[in-house]
C-alpha cells in the first residue's frame, strides 16, 4: 500500500495541503514570500506534488523544484519553518509516525533545489 493510500488519498492530502498552508501563511517569517501568489493554484500544484511523491495517481506536472524557487531567495531556516509546519499538520491529522518520517525521507533532498545559494550561511 502506498503512502499516499495509508494516509487517506485525495481527501486526506487536500486537507493537509489547507491546513499547512494555514500555518505557513500565519508564520510571520514566512508569510512574505507568498505575497502576490495565486494561493488556489500553489494549493494545485502542492496537491499534486504531494500525491505523486507519497505513491498516488496524479501526475506532477510543474516546473522542476529549482525553477519553481528560483529569485525567491529561501534560506535554509525558511525551509527547514515549512518542513516544520509540515509535520506538525500531518501528526495532527493523525498521520503514523512512520509515514510522516517517509515523507520527511521524500523532501530532504529537495533542499538543494529550493534553498538559493546565496542565502546558504557561508560555509565555514
Given amino acids: 500500500m502506498s503512502i499516499y493510500d495509508q494516509i487517506g488519498g485525495a481527501p486526506s492530502v487536500t486537507a ?5 498552508y494555514d500555518k505557513v501563511l500565519a508564520d510571520p ?3 512574505g514570500y507568498f505575497a502576490g ?11 499534486a506534488f504531494l500525491s505523486a511523491a507519497l505513491g498516488g495517481p496524479d501526475m506532477y506536472a510543474g516546473r522542476d523544484m529549482a525553477a519553481a524557487h528560483a529569485g525567491l531567495d529561501i534560506t535554509e531556516g525558511a525551509f527547514d519553518a515549512v518542513v516544520r509546519h509540515l509535520v506538525a499538520t500531518l501528526t495532527e491529522l493523525q498521520v503514523p509516525s512512520d509515514v510522516i518520517e517517509a515523507v520527511g525521507g521524500k523532501l530532504a533532498p529537495l533542499a538543494p533545489q529550493i534553498v538559493s545559494a546565496r542565502a546558504r550561511p557561508a560555509a565555514s
Avoid: E, I, N, P
Fill in 16 to 20: 493537509a495541503v489547507d491546513r499547512f
Fill in 29 to 31: 517569517s514566512l508569510s
Fill in 37 to 47: 501568489t495565486d494561493l488556489a493554484r500553489l494549493k494545485g500544484h502542492q496537491r
